[in-house]
């Protein structure tokens, strides 16, 4: 019995480690990156890394499903973090186990944070790396068993400001495409987002580290996504709190408002109260924004 018992523990060990795999997001020279010397900081929790700063590379982490449980859906998760750090557990891994245990592929991308000492321009630093964690699930999907029509994004506080980044200007491409491989996500999920660069409506920690101290009205606008919505920006869910005192709501209702005015479907998950970051489970109320979502993706 003890030898049986011992055999389906490395079995099941075997299993999570072929379902999590950190791949490098770039084979050999990373785009617009500068040399400098800044080391990765790790901050752990009870066992788990649960924030990181100071990347310089950029990976993802692949959550697979059990074959017989896959849905041929992928998401691609970016977490929060103002820009200054990746909000990396509560907004990334956590989702992802979440997601691939009911049959959607899920990858966690470690993206690089704007900085004058590691980029060339860190305004398009994370968006490049968003760019390249679609390509590359796109171009990767058969080996995976996943529809590359079927490839959405999620971005939590100002991963979510990134997540619309790259649904509005995924046709402006900042990295090498010689494959011409779409970089449209098929749909968005954002969790209390950062939209808009606009004073008085942005997350001015989040502008400050994106754009700096003084940013050109065409960087402004550029970055404010709920200004470049078109007939194409890809379906949208989007979860936000009225109380949430780090980003306004509005940015939300903007986007959303944005979305309808172009046709677009989306659908806004509003809590009464819950504030800023809860991920996965806000705990002032008794609903949670995970099932209506998988709910409204069936639905589209």
Same mark, same amino acid.
């Given at each position: 019995?003890?030898?049986?018992?011992?055999?389906?523990?490395?079995?099941?060990?075997?299993?999570?480690?072929?379902?999590?795999?950190?791949?490098?997001?770039?084979?050999?020279?990373?785009?617009?990156?500068?040399?400098?010397?800044?080391?990765?900081?790790?901050?752990?929790?009870?066992?788990?890394?649960?924030?990181?700063?100071?990347?310089?590379?950029?990976?993802?982490?692949?959550?697979?499903?059990?074959?017989?449980?896959?849905?041929?859906?992928?998401?691609?998760?970016?977490?929060?973090?103002?820009?200054?750090?990746?909000?990396?557990?509560?907004?990334?891994?956590?989702?992802?186990?979440?997601?691939?245990?009911?049959?959607?592929?899920?990858?966690?991308?470690?993206?690089?944070?704007?900085?004058?000492?590691?980029?060339?321009?860190? /305004?398009?630093?994370? $968006?490049?790396?968003?760019?390249?964690?679609? !390509?590359? &699930? +796109?171009?990767?999907?058969? @080996?995976?068993?996943?529809?590359?029509?079927?490839?959405?994004?999620?971005?939590?506080?100002?991963?979510?400001?990134?997540?619309?980044?790259?649904?509005?200007?995924?046709?402006?491409?900042?990295?090498?495409?010689?494959?011409?491989?779409?970089?449209?996500?098929?749909?968005?999920?954002?969790?209390?987002?950062?939209?808009?660069?606009?004073?008085?409506?942005?997350?001015?920690? /989040?502008?400050?580290? $994106?754009?700096?101290?003084?940013?050109?009205? !065409?960087? &402004? +606008?550029?970055?404010?996504? @709920?200004?470049?919505?078109?007939?194409?920006?890809?379906?949208?869910?989007?979860?936000?709190?009225?109380?949430?005192?780090?980003?306004?709501?509005?940015?939300?209702?903007?986007?959303?408002?944005?979305?309808?005015?172009?046709?677009?479907?989306?659908?806004?998950?509003?809590?009464?109260?819950?504030?800023?970051?809860?991920?996965?489970?806000?705990?002032?109320?008794?609903?949670?924004?995970?099932?209506?979502?998988?709910?409204?993706?069936?639905?589209?």
């Amino acid at each position: 019995m003890l030898k049986y018992l011992f055999l389906v523990f490395i079995s099941t060990v075997s299993m999570q480690v072929f379902a999590q795999q950190e791949i490098n997001l770039y084979n050999g020279t990373i785009p617009n990156s500068k040399l400098a010397d800044i080391a990765e900081n790790a901050h752990t929790e009870n066992g788990k890394v649960v924030r990181i700063s100071g990347v310089t590379v950029p990976t993802l982490t692949s959550y697979l499903p059990e074959k017989e449980k896959n849905t041929g859906k992928a998401i691609i998760i970016f977490p929060g973090g103002g820009y200054s750090l990746l909000a990396i557990n509560h907004e990334g891994h956590e989702i992802a186990e979440k997601l691939a245990a009911i049959g959607i592929a899920a990858f966690v991308v470690k993206y690089r944070l704007p900085s004058d000492e590691t980029m060339e321009d860190k /305004s398009i630093g994370p $968006l490049q790396d968003a760019q390249r964690a679609i !390509q590359y &699930v +796109r171009e990767h999907a058969p @080996e995976w068993g996943i529809s590359q029509n079927q490839i959405g994004i999620i971005g939590s506080s100002a991963g979510g400001h990134l997540a619309s980044s790259l649904g509005t200007h995924y046709q402006d491409a900042k990295i090498p495409n010689p494959k011409n491989t779409s970089l449209r996500p098929d749909f968005m999920l954002l969790l209390y987002p950062v939209i808009s660069m606009t004073t008085g409506l942005t997350h001015s920690g /989040s502008r400050k580290k $994106l754009l700096g101290e003084n940013p050109s009205e !065409q960087q &402004v +606008r550029y970055f404010s996504n @709920e200004t470049q919505v078109n007939a194409d920006t890809p379906p949208t869910f989007l979860v936000h709190a009225k109380d949430d005192k780090s980003v306004p709501f509005l940015n939300s209702e903007l986007f959303s408002d944005s979305l309808k005015k172009h046709n677009v479907a989306v659908d806004l998950f509003t809590y009464e109260t819950g504030g800023h970051g809860f991920g996965l489970t806000n705990k002032t109320s008794a609903d949670q924004w995970f099932d209506p979502f998988i709910q409204w993706l069936k639905n589209l």
